[in-house]
């Protein structure tokens, strides 16, 4: 079957009228367009973390009744004759599985719902996270992951040797599209090696982490995915505790932007979708790659007019005959536009702004939703960005952060800059940026 007719029969235009189908050649974004497997974002980032951990160790999504399972194996390794009765030991030996302090024990971090529908849209971002990371392919996290003896107390090597056995991984492979992944991954990973270096601190923080890198990659892409010519959000943020005017970068350049973008998330995303279908090759391409590379456009090109041609006799547009591949792009993205429910529209976009608003965005009144750098994510990237070093130029830790998509204005850099002169972070020996350090918080 050519690939005109095949995305045809997809989109059921064979049957006399369009139906918008998703993910054709796999899903750039991790959200449902679905309201029931919809992540609210109500619960902890830290219960996705718990999911991604069982994943990458091969260990099923699912985990019920961990804490009578526990207690049973405890109950089980007492003498039957033991004065202690059964009510004293579950006193005793009662573990909070959603309060660990252990890396080894992230896979037993619960599910709040695993039977609900909105848990299949938590282990579908979970899976995402993983592709993303490539987590499964890194040996230094699974090791970690795996280590028992690390920082072992006596009472967690107790809790350790009456945990319950966990199901094999037996769900389906999900096929994820992602793009500019490279310098992105190389990032993340030495963060994640740096926040390995203290258990405590990555306890702490690598919910905070693995989301943050989440939400950058997904306001990156977000971003761009429309664009014929590729360029990186610049992403501005303000610190947390300052205030923020209309003439603030953190405003006029930041999370309105994207916003704006969103209303038509679902739509450029399916755009991308059908123009790849038309194209036929397994990679995958952007629009960007799509248009400008005339390998592919020349190929694309006749087809497209083709199918576009199709889509508006059957919905009664009018078609436009043009022999450019960018009017033809703007014809079908306009074609989806007009025949795509608002609803379905608007709960694909409303996954990204409820994730957003996790711990990356704060409202300032009037000024709507910004970009929000709370005090525990600048610490958390204190601890990854200084690492081991004892201290660093406070100019190498801004630049530090840019590399990381987060982009301050004057105003904000002298806000973070009192701040960590507050926390005693920070060693001025003069007002000079030149003779300004960053002081380790490991």
């Not at 309201?35 to 974002?41: A, C, G, S």
């Not at 719902?113 to 040996?139: F, R």
């Not at 905070?208 to 429309?226: E, V």
């Amino acid at each position: 079957m050519d690939n005109v007719n095949k995305l045809i029969k997809f989109v059921e235009l064979d049957k006399g009228k369009h139906r918008a189908t998703q993910h054709m050649s796999g899903r750039l974004f991790p959200f449902y367009t679905r309201n029931p497997e919809r992540v609210k974002f109500e619960d902890s980032f830290m219960e996705i973390v718990g999911i991604i951990s069982r994943l990458t160790l091969g260990y099923s999504n699912e985990i019920v009744d961990i804490q009578d399972r526990y207690l049973s194996n405890v109950l089980s390794q007492i003498d039957a004759h033991s004065e202690i009765n059964k009510t004293e030991i579950e006193s005793l030996f009662a573990f909070d599985f959603s309060d660990i302090n252990s890396p080894f024990m992230l896979k037993y971090f619960p599910s709040l719902n695993p039977k609900s529908q909105e848990n299949q849209g938590k282990v579908l971002m979970a899976k995402y996270v993983i592709g993303l990371l490539k987590l499964q392919d890194n040996k230094e996290w699974v090791n970690y992951l795996s280590e028992t003896q690390r920082h072992q107390t006596l009472y967690n090597q107790l809790i350790m040797n009456n945990l319950p056995s966990l199901d094999s991984d037996k769900s389906k492979n999900e096929i994820f599209i992602f793009f500019d992944q490279s310098d992105f991954l190389q990032l993340f990973n030495q963060d994640l090696s740096a926040l390995m270096e203290n258990q405590n601190f990555f306890m702490s923080n690598i919910d905070l982490l693995i989301s943050y890198y989440l939400f950058y990659y997904i306001i990156q892409q977000g971003y761009q995915i429309d664009m014929v010519k590729r360029e990186p959000f610049k992403m501005w943020y303000a610190f947390d505790k300052e205030r923020v005017s209309k003439g603030r970068n953190a405003f006029r350049f930041g999370y309105k932007l994207m916003l704006d973008k969103s209303n038509d998330f679902i739509i450029n995303v399916n755009v991308v979708d059908y123009l790849n279908i038309l194209i036929g090759d397994e990679k995958v391409y952007t629009l960007d790659q799509i248009v400008n590379d005339t390998s592919i456009s020349s190929v694309l090109l006749p087809r497209l007019m083709q199918f576009n041609y199709e889509f508006a006799n059957v919905e009664k547009f009018d078609y436009v005959a043009h022999t450019d591949i960018i009017t033809q792009v703007k014809q079908l993205k306009q074609m989806l536009k007009e025949t795509l429910h608002n609803e379905l529209n608007s709960r694909y976009s409303k996954s990204f702004k409820e994730f957003s608003g996790l711990s990356f965005i704060r409202s300032r009144g009037r000024l709507g939703y910004i970009l929000n750098a709370s005090q525990e994510i600048l610490l958390m990237f204190v601890g990854v960005i200084v690492g081991s070093n004892e201290k660093i130029l406070l100019r190498d830790f801004f630049n530090g952060l840019e590399k990381r998509g987060m982009f301050f204005d004057t105003q904000s850099r002298r806000e973070i800059v009192s701040y960590f002169e507050k926390i005693n972070i920070l060693e001025k020996l003069s007002d000079s940026g030149d003779a300004q350090y960053v002081k380790s918080i490991l």
